[in-house]
């Protein structure tokens, strides 16, 4: 028998123990001990209520089983077992388990990213008489409150903690409830919501007399003769279900919202419902429409099926191949006749790409091969969305899912393959919160767990994935042509300040570029113009003194937006009124000063009034279908001209786009961070590749203001590798990944000494640690402050080697708690980013 904090009394039998992960801030996993009867059906994956603290109940899931108790603390013991069976599986706990102490963080944190939160359980302890209680018991004594409880308790069957709590008129009710157990007046229990509701469809049927029985469904029509509307949903029904055909009471019969459908009276139905000819019942359904393959095979030409061989040869003794196939060389296809591979040898098959809602085409591409075997796991699905994909992997419905960076913890159990699409976008990094992963690196992790096959994809490869590609790690494939030889667009490059002297920029819009547009638009093509910045202008600025208006609780200026008329920091999300008068010297004149996506699609309105202008930015796409309409609205040419930020250099493919143009590429080459021309590279060629996937040739206008920068050169002659080999000198001179590893430390706090010191402090720890390394910082971050939080960064780059990297996290992890502990310290926030963006 458990008494309340789950201690017992059997001590005989080999005592067993779990380790399970809780959802709590700890680093570790807590060690319980099985009570005897839960020893045989208890395992890893499963959930179970344990004791947390003095008082705390909690759900966590088992991660371990073994026989060793622990040292540092008597172990309590666990209380129930929830399920039947495991809801996780041991390949799964592996992966959190890797995630948490590669990216330094707690495996509590890796459970809650891994889980839909409808499959988490809140649970919360709840009280009920005890069966055999009686208040006439003439050993009882209660006190006072005892009674008002377990009054309550006579008619309400049960009570949760909070509502014991309000009748009592105390904070703690838990010795009373104590009591109470002790004295078997009442059984506490655990009531657990599953947050997931299965979506319900109402559907109709014959009832038995009717269904069995040819006389009385004569007798009936006779009956209905002068009622001809109810008839006529007699007949519907026996059109829909035919009951000599099947004449089962329990069949499957049809929606009831068909008989509305098709135009037929709600009340007759209504009425033969009452009359008891139908019946009403509820069926679980599934929230994603069905759909059935129906596209072709995949026909691949000569030059897609060789890249397909020689990846499948590379996988005979590699795990991981790169393919870089250049925009347009129909990766897709190559990835379908793969996918239907792997499929047909029995294994699961995972393909990740970097956003979803962007790649419409391609996602319908694949379920018109796949159809409903495909699941696919988009960011903004509800939480009920998730679990149907969840429990369709679970239940083997789908072998294929196509998801974004979270589909990595869905509960596969036997993948073969994983693909990694894109797989230099940014998008696969999380930021925020921890586990702060790099899905396509965890992918590789995972997929080496499983012993399955990992294809990485990629117009640009990321610096990373090539250099081991270079290295020989990882095969590699490329294919250099794209479907169907339609042509790789032709660059321009067109001088901002040329124009300018020569007084031929018009609206920031140079010569060359205004002529291509609108040649594009006499010949009935459509344009893309990107730059990678939304809202009007990035700042407003006094034309007296220079002021910005700026946010009060970050460091950076406020972004103008002129349609709706206010100012926003794009990092706390403040909005203002744009101000009337200059702060500093209150002047009247400011002016909006720089490009944002906004005012660009203003001065295509002045310059080409003529055309049809839409913008795609998050400002423009934030409900669930807003991107898939502007993509629509485009495809089907009603758009001529997309202004819009990096949303539109991802895998659009419509055959109309002939130009263009980069409207400041200079922008993203001046950012200050080492990857920027990587970046830059990559976004300027995925841009440029929507361009000319037919038979029309395409041109690229890049507006820049110093057209010698060397970048160019290579982006003009498509020259990957070339970029690829000058930039990793650059690298490997000043020591940056992919030649070594970063870690970055952010310390935040409100007051801008202590978090100083804390840094401080923590970089003096830091050096103590055996490991060769370079310790940059403290530094203030890029921005210095946000959300009222001051921000030093600590840089630390360390050796490739794996093993002294885990060396280093451990010893990491200590120091950060160290400081922590110190008392000035307590509120200082360290987060730590491995392999920071
Ligand atoms: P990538 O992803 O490599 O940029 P896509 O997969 O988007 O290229 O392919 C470019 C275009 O060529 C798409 O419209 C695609 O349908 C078409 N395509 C590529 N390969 C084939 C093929 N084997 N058969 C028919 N169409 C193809
Ligand atoms: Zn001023
Ligand atoms: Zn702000």
């Given at each position: 028998m458990l008494d309340l904090f789950g201690h017992t009394s059997e001590e005989n039998n080999p005592v067993w123990y779990a380790d399970v992960i809780l959802p709590v801030p700890i680093p570790k996993m807590f060690t319980y001990r099985i009570p005897t009867d839960l020893v045989k059906s208890l395992g890893i994956g499963f959930r179970v209520i344990v004791p947390f603290g003095s008082k705390k109940i909690v759900t966590g899931i088992v991660g371990k089983v073994h026989q060793k108790p622990p040292t540092a603390y008597d172990a309590k013991q666990i209380l129930d077992q929830l399920d039947n069976e495991a809801v996780v599986n041991a390949l799964q706990i592996k992966f959190w388990d890797w995630m948490a102490s590669y990216y330094c963080c707690n495996l509590g944190e890796v459970m809650n990213a891994a889980l839909p939160s409808g499959l988490k359980i809140s649970s919360e302890s709840k009280i009920q008489l005890h069966p055999h209680f009686s208040l006439e018991d003439p050993g009882l004594v209660l006190d006072k409150r005892e009674l008002v409880i377990l009054e309550a308790l006579a008619d309400k069957d049960e009570l949760d903690m909070?509502?014991?709590?309000?009748?009592?008129?105390?904070?703690?009710?838990?010795?009373?409830?104590?009591?109470?157990?002790?004295?078997?007046?009442?059984?506490?229990?655990?009531?657990?919501?599953?947050?997931?509701?299965?979506?319900?469809?109402?559907?109709?049927?014959?009832?038995?007399?009717?269904?069995?029985?040819?006389?009385?469904?004569?007798?009936?029509?006779?009956?209905?003769?002068?009622?001809?509307?109810?008839?006529?949903?007699?007949?519907?029904?026996?059109?829909?279900?035919?009951?000599?055909?099947?004449?089962?009471?329990?069949?499957?019969?049809?929606?009831?919202?068909?008989?509305?459908?098709?135009?037929?009276?709600?009340?007759?139905?209504?009425?033969?419902?009452?009359?008891?000819?139908?019946?009403?019942?509820?069926?679980?359904?599934?929230?994603?429409?069905?759909?059935?393959?129906?596209?072709?095979?995949?026909?691949?030409?000569t030059t897609q099926q060789e890249a397909t061989r020689e990846i499948k040869h590379h996988f005979a003794d590699k795990q991981t191949v790169l393919l870089h196939g250049i925009t347009g060389s129909g990766k897709t296809e190559i990835y379908v006749s793969l996918i239907q591979e792997a499929l047909a040898s029995g294994s699961q098959v995972l393909l990740l790409l970097p956003e979803i809602a962007l790649t419409t085409h391609m996602v319908s591409r694949l379920l018109g091969v796949f159809g409903s075997k495909m699941g696919v796991f988009h960011s903004k699905y509800s939480d009920n969305e998730r679990v149907e994909v969840w429990q369709g992997v679970l239940s083997g419905k789908y072998d294929f899912v196509v998801g974004v960076r979270s589909s990595l913890f869905l509960p596969f159990s036997s993948l073969g393959l994983i693909i990694v699409d894109e797989?230099?976008?940014?998008?696969?990094?999380?930021?925020?919160?921890?586990?702060?992963?790099?899905?396509?690196?965890?992918?590789?992790?995972?997929?080496?767990?499983?012993?399955?096959?990992?294809?990485?994809?990629?117009?640009?490869?990321?610096?990373?994935?090539?250099?081991?590609?270079?290295?020989?790690?990882?095969?590699?494939?490329?294919?250099?042509?794209?479907?169907?030889?339609?042509?790789?667009?032709?660059?321009?490059?067109?001088?901002?300040?040329?124009?300018?002297?020569?007084?031929?920029?018009?609206?920031?819009?140079?010569?060359?570029?205004?002529?291509?547009?609108?040649?594009?638009?006499?010949?009935?093509?459509?344009?893309?113009?990107?730059?990678?910045?939304?809202?009007?202008?990035?700042?407003?600025?006094?034309?007296?003194?220079?002021?910005?208006?700026s946010c009060e609780r970050c460091d950076v200026s406020l972004t103008y937006h002129q349609y709706s008329e206010e100012v926003r920091c794009h990092y706390c999300g403040f909005k203002d009124q744009p101000p009337k008068v200059c702060g500093a010297c209150g002047h009247s004149k400011i002016s909006a000063v720089g490009l944002g996506t906004e005012r660009i699609e203003e001065t295509i309105g002045l310059l080409f009034p003529e055309a049809r202008v839409a913008r795609m930015d998050l400002d423009t796409t934030r409900s669930k279908y807003g991107y898939q309409r502007i993509l629509e609205e485009f495809a089907a040419r009603n758009i001529d001209i997309l202004v819009g930020t990096q949303m539109i250099s991802k895998g659009l493919d419509f055959d109309g786009v002939t130009v263009v143009g980069v409207m400041d590429a200079d922008r993203m080459l001046y950012y200050p961070d080492f990857r920027s021309g990587e970046r830059a590279f990559q976004m300027i060629t995925q841009v440029a590749g929507r361009a000319g996937r037919r038979d029309k040739p395409g041109t690229v206008i890049l507006q820049t203001r110093k057209p010698d920068h060397s970048i160019f050169e290579y982006i003009l002659k498509g020259d990957y590798v070339g970029f690829f080999r000058t930039e990793m000198q650059e690298r490997r001179r000043f020591f940056y990944p992919p030649w070594v590893k970063n870690i970055r430390i952010t310390v935040k706090h409100k007051d801008r000494g202590t978090a100083e010191q804390a840094a401080r402090l923590l970089v003096e720890l830091l050096k103590d640690i055996p490991v060769k390394k370079i310790v940059l910082g403290p530094e203030k971050g890029l921005i210095g402050r946000i959300k009222d939080l001051h921000i030093l960064e600590i840089l630390v780059k360390l050796e490739r080697s794996s093993q002294k990297q885990a060396v280093f996290k451990q010893a990491l992890l200590e120091k950060v708690l160290e400081v922590g502990f110190e008392k000035p310290f307590r509120s200082v926030r360290m987060i730590i980013d491995v392999d920071p963006a």
């Open positions: 909070q509502q014991c709590a309000d009748l009592l008129g105390v904070k703690s009710v838990h010795p009373i409830i104590k009591s109470l157990v002790a004295k078997e007046a009442v059984l506490l229990f655990e009531q657990m919501k599953e947050k997931y509701s299965p979506k319900k469809e109402v559907r109709i049927r014959m009832c038995a007399r009717f269904a069995k029985d040819k006389k009385e469904l004569e007798g009936l029509f006779l009956e209905l003769k002068s009622k001809p509307k109810q008839e006529q949903v007699l007949l519907k029904y026996l059109q829909e279900v035919p009951i000599y055909q099947r004449p089962e009471t329990n069949g499957p019969g049809m929606q009831k919202a068909g008989i509305k459908e098709a135009g037929l009276s709600q009340s007759s139905l209504h009425t033969l419902i009452k009359n008891g000819v139908f019946e009403e019942f509820q069926v679980i359904i599934s929230r994603f429409e069905e759909i059935s393959s129906s596209d072709k095979e995949p026909v691949l030409t797989e230099h976008e940014n998008s696969y990094k999380q930021y925020d919160p921890a586990p702060r992963f790099q899905a396509r690196d965890s992918a590789i992790m995972l997929a080496w767990l499983h012993q399955a096959k990992v294809l990485l994809g990629s117009a640009t490869p990321s610096f990373e994935s090539y250099q081991n590609a270079i290295l020989g790690k990882y095969g590699l494939v490329q294919v250099q042509e794209r479907y169907g030889n339609a042509e790789l667009p032709h660059y321009l490059l067109a001088n901002i300040n040329e124009d300018r002297r020569k007084n031929l920029l018009k609206l920031d819009m140079t010569r060359l570029l205004r002529e291509r547009i609108q040649e594009a638009l006499n010949r009935q093509e459509q344009v893309l113009l990107f730059q990678n910045r939304r809202g009007y202008s990035p700042f407003l600025s006094c034309e007296e003194c220079g002021w910005t208006p």
